[in-house]
């Protein structure tokens, strides 16, 4: 198994949708919360995903396309 750590950068308008839960009934990864800030108008959250790499690529990419900015922290 791979894993990777990210940060999710959400903007004002997708804080209250359920991005992170989208994302596990979506992809075959475990994700775990690692760290958080959120605020009613801005956000981050660091996870770890682990995973078939490939998995990990098109979630990351799923991700982005839903108007996350997504940041590597580790390989």
Known sequence: MDDQIIR???PPQLI???VINQLIRSYELTVN???AQVTPEE???EIQ???KMVE???AITWLVRQ???VLRLDN
């Open 67 to 69: 108007g996350i900015e």
């Open 8 to 10: 999710l950068v959400y």
């Open 49 to 51: 995903l682990t995973g």
């Open 16 to 18: 209250d949708v359920p």
């Open 33 to 35: 919360i690692l760290r």
């Open 43 to 45: 956000g981050w959250v």
């Open 56 to 58: 990990i690529e098109e």
